[in-house]
């Protein structure tokens, strides 16, 4: 069942306008709208969007409104935008409670979050919100880099991302982190999977998501892109950084390549596949230096992010 954007009238439900490719069979739930840091150098997602939290009546009205029409049908629920948990714990218990009560065939329920926020929260209210029913939490670490998380004003250091990971599997979520493959440019790419490996195996999240950057107007990076001043990765780079990462990762995750953009379709559970997806890794490099047609093909499909 797909619970898309058209399936309502929009002045009646307020649909978050990004989800992951995860969350594509969800119902879509709005608690807040716009992202309240705004800031990362690579994200054109929320420019020109005021952040603000929705009205607590308004959004338990929407639940009704999709209890209408979905009846008791929703399995799977995405709660957006870009930082639910900015909310207050007992507010977003209140959604919870409703959502549940109103579809009780739920059996996910997941949001983006922000690290720092996660940091920050006390420990308590994350356990209040994980025992509410919000199960799972979908955070942007796109580099584990000391260096990088500056450079793209991430807004967190690698040790507030290790915090937040550990503090948010501690009150149960599970834990699905994002990783922007190329973020580091042509120049960088060795210290971005070494950093990211580093974070990523003091966390030890439950899922890896890989998705490959392609910089996107209204953003810092596209015009730093233009100007010069930043040189995107070529698919060569992205593929030894993906099988350097991969090296370097000391986890028990799945690793998960769900994204259109990507080079190769890596999917996988660590430790236990590694060798084969690093193996895969080598083919595909060695591929990519012998034949014209992969090389075109991959240089097209990195565009198709624009999709
Ligand atoms: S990447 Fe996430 S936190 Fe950063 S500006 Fe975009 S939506 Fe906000």
């Not at 739920?106 to 983006?112: G, Q």
């Not at 991430?154 to 699905?176: H, I, L, Q």
Request: proline share 5%; hydrophobic share 35%.
């Amino acid at each position: 069942m797909t619970i898309g954007r058209f399936g309502l009238r929009r002045r009646d439900y307020d649909f978050p306008p990004f989800r992951p490719p995860s969350e594509a069979n969800s119902l879509l739930l709005r608690v807040t709208r716009g992202c309240p840091w705004n800031r990362c150098s690579f994200c054109s997602m929320y420019k020109g969007m005021k952040f603000e939290r929705r009205d607590l009546d308004e959004v338990l009205e929407d639940i009704s409104m999709a209890r209408e029409y979905y009846s008791d049908q929703v399995r799977t629920v995405f709660i957006g935008d870009s930082n639910s948990l900015v909310l207050k714990a007992d507010d977003l218990v209140k959604i919870l409670n409703r959502l549940y009560s109103s579809f009780p065939h739920v059996e996910r329920v997941t949001s983006y979050a922000r690290a720092k926020t996660i940091a920050k929260k006390p420990i308590e209210d994350l356990r209040k919100i994980y025992e509410a029913g919000l199960n799972r939490l979908h955070v942007g670490l796109e580099t584990g880099d000391r260096e990088l998380l500056k450079e793209i004003d991430k807004g967190a250091t690698p040790e507030e991302m290790v915090e937040a990971g550990n503090k948010a599997k501690e009150a149960g979520f599970e834990y699905s982190l994002y990783v922007l493959l190329g973020i580091g440019g042509q120049e960088k790419w060795e210290q971005h999977a070494r950093g990211t490996a580093d974070v990523l195996n003091q966390i030890d999240p439950h899922f890896i998501r890989v998705r490959t950057f392609i910089p996107q107007p209204n953003s810092v990076l596209y015009e730093a892109m233009e100007e010069g001043r930043f040189h995107p990765s070529s698919p060569e780079t992205i593929l030894k950084e993906t099988r350097l990462l991969l090296k370097e990762l000391e986890v028990t995750s799945q690793f998960l390549s769900d994204h259109i953009s990507n080079l190769v379709p890596l999917h996988g559970k660590l430790p236990e596949e590694k060798e084969a997806m690093i193996r895969l890794m080598d083919e595909v490099l060695k591929g990519y230096q012998d034949d014209e047609s992969l090389r075109e093909e991959m240089e097209a499909r990195r565009h198709l992010t624009n999709l």
